[in-house]
Nanobody, 123 residues
Framework: EVQLVESGGGLVQAGGSLRLSCAASGFVSEDYVIGWFRQAPGKEREAVACFDRSDGRTYSVEGRFTTSSDNAKNTVYLQIDSLQPKDTAVYYC???????????????????WGQGTQVTVSS
């Protein structure tokens, strides 16, 4: 059974940074994609970044969001810098078998989702 577990959320002041973790288990292959999404109250879910474990490619909506991977730990990280109150949301990681450069942000491509971790940015 595939499982994704996020951690690392919390309360942070504007201008600070956070690193979120997504620990994955249950995958038969090591070549999968981890996408990071967020959803703020009253807003639609949106993609923020992606890490492709098959070739190390990364995608991001802004330079403040960067991803990395520790393959030995089966964990993908999302680093968020220069946090702003508008970044307040529940952050989710999700897994897909493959994505394209133009379609990495499509939520329907991702088959497995974590439970989410809350990030709150105070002004």
């Amino acid at each position: 059974e595939v499982q994704l577990v996020e951690s690392g959320g919390g309360l942070v002041q504007a201008g600070g940074s956070l690193r979120l973790s997504c620990a994955a288990s249950g995958f038969v292959s090591e070549d999968y994609v981890i996408g990071w999404f967020r959803q703020a109250p009253g807003k639609e879910r949106e993609a923020v970044a992606c890490f492709d474990r098959s070739d190390g490619r990364t995608y991001s909506v802004e330079g403040r969001f960067t991803t990395s991977s520790d393959n030995a730990k089966n964990t993908v990280y999302l680093q968020i810098d220069s946090l702003q109150p508008k970044d307040t949301a529940v952050y989710y990681c999700a897994a897909a078998n493959w994505v394209t450069e133009t379609g990495w942000s499509w939520a329907f491509k991702y088959d497995y989702w974590g439970q989410g971790t809350q990030v709150t940015v105070s002004s």
